[in-house]
């Protein structure tokens, strides 16, 4: 993504390609990273607001999703010392993870919570033990 490299579908269009290879390498990249030629002609009628910005990542509300909606089936998933103990994780530590995590300690970020669940359901769902 920082190297534009990513796949729009409308620029897959035959005709948008032949457009873009026809025009002049200064004419297509210059100035470098700011996608002039998409900005004057296909987007001339939008807010230039839009383009003038910094690039900004997408990222999925997970934290969220783990503390509320999921709260009780993450509860009971990360509670379990038995399944813990399968997936080769003390269940003391992971209880802690995960009651640290519903509360608001700095520095704890919701990836760790999330791939310790991840490893537990899966180890459930497919009744593996991690030794």
Do not use: N
């Amino acid at each position: 993504m920082a190297s534009s490299l990513e796949v729009r579908v409308p620029f897959l269009d035959h005709e948008v390609v032949e457009a873009a290879f026809a025009l002049s390498d200064a004419d297509r990249f210059k100035p470098l990273g700011k996608k002039q030629v998409l900005r004057e002609i296909a987007l001339k009628d939008l807010d230039r607001a839009l383009f003038d910005r910094p690039k900004a990542g997408f990222v999925l509300p997970i934290d969220r999703w783990a503390r509320d909606v999921l709260r009780d089936e993450m509860t009971l998933t990360l509670g379990d010392p038995q399944l813990c103990e399968a997936a080769g994780s003390r269940p003391d530590a992971v209880g802690r993870l995960w009651t640290a995590s519903c509360g608001t300690r700095r520095g704890l970020y919701w990836s760790r919570v999330w791939a310790i669940y991840v490893l537990l359901w899966w180890c459930r769902e497919y009744r593996v033990t991690v030794r």
